[in-house]
């Protein structure tokens, strides 16, 4: 009975029971292949920034110059802060802040290149402050390119809508307070030795 009690009530052990299955594990990466899968996301961040801070600059000085044209210009200026700042509708042929009126169409390769320049760089953009900065110069140059082409008295002649009038300076526009704002902020990496790809140099 007791033998029978041990054939009966004894389960059969189940083919490779209390073994454990293998855990395949794949081999880490290594440290190269982190950093360029990490730093491709971060690249396309900072072109996204730099497109962005572009169509905002670019679209705030369209807007800003449909408005002038159409409320401001034949109309007297408007005093802001009496005599130290009006909006005056002003047609510019020349390069920011008048300067070089008879080089309209040189300063629209000009502006033109900078634009292709900048196009070409975001593809080694790693660093955020420089993103910020070619955003505006982007935003800018396309500001005014856009007049240059689309503006009297024709194709790549066309006069820049200028209308921010301080007192004993250049009358302007945003887009050029863009392209100063982002040139300046270039100056300011420079020398603090940032480069675009996000490296920094001590010379």
């Not at 052990?13 to 880490?28: F, I, K, L, N, Y």
């Not at 760089?121 to 500001?143: I, N, T």
Request: proline letters at 5%.
């Amino acid at each position: 009975m007791a033998e029978a009690e041990r054939i009966i009530g004894t389960p059969d052990t189940p083919e490779g029971a209390g073994v454990e299955p293998e855990q395949s594990a794949s081999p880490v990466s290594g440290s190269e292949g982190q950093e360029s899968t990490e730093a491709r996301p971060r690249g396309k961040r900072r072109i996204a920034v730099l497109f962005a801070v572009a169509v905002f600059a670019y679209a705030l000085d369209l807007v800003s110059k449909m408005i002038v044209v159409a409320k401001l210009e034949h109309h007297a200026p408007i005093e802001i802060i009496g005599d130290w700042l009006k909006f005056e509708a002003i047609r510019n042929a020349g390069a920011a802040f008048g300067v070089g009126e008879a080089f309209t169409v040189i300063f629209t390769v000009i502006a033109a290149t900078v634009i292709v320049v900048i196009a070409r760089l975001a593809r080694k953009l790693y660093s955020l402050p420089w993103a910020f900065a070619l955003g505006l110069l982007l935003g800018g140059a396309l500001g005014n390119l856009t007049d240059r082409i689309f503006r009297s008295p024709g194709v790549f002649q066309g006069a820049v809508v200028d209308f921010i009038a301080p007192k004993h300076f250049a009358v302007f526009n945003l887009a050029d307070s863009a392209i100063v704002c982002g040139g300046i902020l270039i100056v300011l990496l420079s020398f603090r030795g940032l480069d675009p790809d996000g490296t920094v140099h001590k010379d």
